[in-house]
C-alpha cells in the first residue's frame, strides 16, 4: 500500500511540468490520499468481546455479579446465558463462544475431542447442592427402583446418576429414564411425568413445595462436583488480557460480597429469580474456593485436585461415561490465577 501510494505521489509531480498551482494542489491531494490510505491499513479493527457461557447456577453468579457491578466493561466481556450444559459446551466446541462455566466431568467429556481444553478457574465445589429429589411415598435409594427418573442429558446428569445407583445397588436398567431440560424439571415432578429427579439449584429448593425428599445430595461424594472456568489454549495467547481481567473480576466481586453480603445476594438472587434468603442459603451448600486455594489447586502443589479428577475421570470411563482419560496436569492451568497476585 506504501510504495503504491509513493508511486502515484510521483507520477502527478512528474505530470506537472511546469508547476503551477493546479499541480501543487494535485500533488497535496495525492498525498494526503496516501497517508488516509496508509493510516487506514495500519488499524486495527478492535477485538471483539470475549463471550463467555454460563447456565443458572448459585456458584457461576460472581461472574454476573461482577458484571452487574461494572467489573466487566461490555466491549471487553460478554456473558452468555445457556439453558443447559450441553448447549453450554456445544457451544465452545463450535466457537461460539471462548470461555464456559461447567462441572469437571463436563471438561473431561469436552478435553476428549478437544484436547487444548484447559480449566483456568476453580469456582466451586458441589457439597450438598446438586440433588436426587423423590416424592415422599419413596422412601430410599432402593426404593427408586422400577420408578421414573428425570435427568437432564448432561454429563453432570449422567455422572449423578451413575452414583445414585452405584448406592442404591441399581442397574440402569433397573429404572425408568426421563430425559428432561432443567427447565422442565420442576413441572414434571409436579405434574407426575417422574417419581424422582436429579437436579441443582434452584429447582433444588423450589421442589421443596411439592414435597420433594432428597435421597442422595453430592454432599455424599465430596470433592467429585466441581464447577470450573474452560477455554481453548489457542484463545488464551488471542484473549490472554481479557482473561486476566475475567478473573479478576470474579474475586473483585467475592471480595464484594464478603464486604456487603446482603446487597450481593440481592443482585444474584435476581438471575436466578429466587428470593434473596433462599439464594444466600444455597450458597451454604457450595465451597467457593478464594484465590490462595485456585492458587494451589490449579498450580498443584495441592495435588487433591488432580487425583480427585483422574478418581473422576476412571469411574466415568468405568461407566461408559468417558472413552479415555485427557493429560490432567495440561488441563489445569494457573497463570490467570497468578495475574491476581
Known amino acids: 500500500m506504501k510504495h503504491s501510494c509513493l508511486r502515484f505521489v510521483g507520477w502527478v509531480a512528474q505530470s506537472a511540468n511546469p508547476p503551477d498551482n493546479l499541480s501543487v494542489k494535485l500533488v497535496l491531494m495525492a498525498i494526503a490520499t496516501c497517508l488516509i490510505a496508509i493510516l487506514m491499513s495500519c488499524t486495527q479493527q478492535p ?25 466487566y466493561p461490555n466491549h471487553l466481556i460478554k456473558l452468555q446465558d445457556y439453558p443447559s450444559a450441553t448447549e453450554t459446551t456445544q457451544a465452545l466446541r463450535n466457537g461460539d463462544i471462548e470461555a464456559a462455566a461447567l462441572t469437571m466431568d463436563e471438561a473431561l467429556l469436552l478435553a476428549e475431542t478437544n484436547p487444548d481444553i484447559q480449566a483456568v478457574l476453580v469456582i466451586d465445589f ?40 452405584d448406592k442404591a445397588g441399581l442397574l440402569l436398567s433397573d429404572v425408568q429414564i426421563v430425559p428432561l431440560g432443567v427447565s422442565e424439571h420442576e413441572q414434571a415432578f409436579n405434574q407426575g411425568v417422574v417419581d424422582a429427579v436429579v437436579t441443582f439449584e434452584p429447582v433444588r429448593s423450589n421442589l421443596l413445595k411439592f414435597g420433594a425428599k432428597v435421597l442422595f445430595d453430592s454432599s455424599k461424594i465430596p470433592g467429585e462436583v466441581v464447577d470450573v472456568l474452560v477455554t481453548r489454549q489457542d484463545l488464551l495467547k488471542t484473549h490472554k488480557a481479557t482473561m486476566e481481567k475475567l478473573i479478576q473480576g470474579w474475586f473483585r466481586a467475592l471480595d464484594y460480597r464478603k464486604q456487603h453480603p446482603e446487597d450481593a445476594d440481592r443482585r444474584m438472587a435476581q438471575r436466578e429469580q429466587v428470593i434473596p434468603e433462599q439464594f444466600t442459603e444455597s450458597l451454604k451448600l457450595l465451597q467457593i474456593p478464594d ?27 468405568s461407566k461408559k461415561l468417558l472413552k479415555q482419560l485427557p493429560s490432567l496436569e495440561q488441563l489445569l492451568n494457573d497463570e490467570f490465577v497468578k495475574s491476581v497476585e
Not at 470475549?50 to 457491578?69: H, I, K, N, Q, T
Open 291 to 317: 484465590l490462595r486455594t485456585n492458587l494451589t489447586l490449579l498450580g498443584q502443589p495441592d495435588a487433591s485436585l488432580l487425583k480427585k479428577t483422574e478418581q473422576l475421570g476412571k469411574f466415568m470411563i
Open 126 to 165: 458441589s457439597n450438598g447442592a446438586d440433588v436426587l429429589r423423590a416424592r415422599p411415598e419413596i422412601p430410599t435409594l432402593q426404593a427408586l427402583k422400577g420408578q421414573k427418573i428425570g435427568v437432564e442429558s448432561s454429563a453432570l446428569g449422567g455422572y449423578i446418576l451413575t452414583r445414585v445407583l
Open 47 to 71: 477485538q471483539a468481546p470475549m463471550r463467555v457461557g454460563a447456565v443458572v447456577w448459585s456458584g457461576y453468579e460472581p461472574l454476573f455479579l461482577a458484571r452487574d457491578l461494572g467489573y
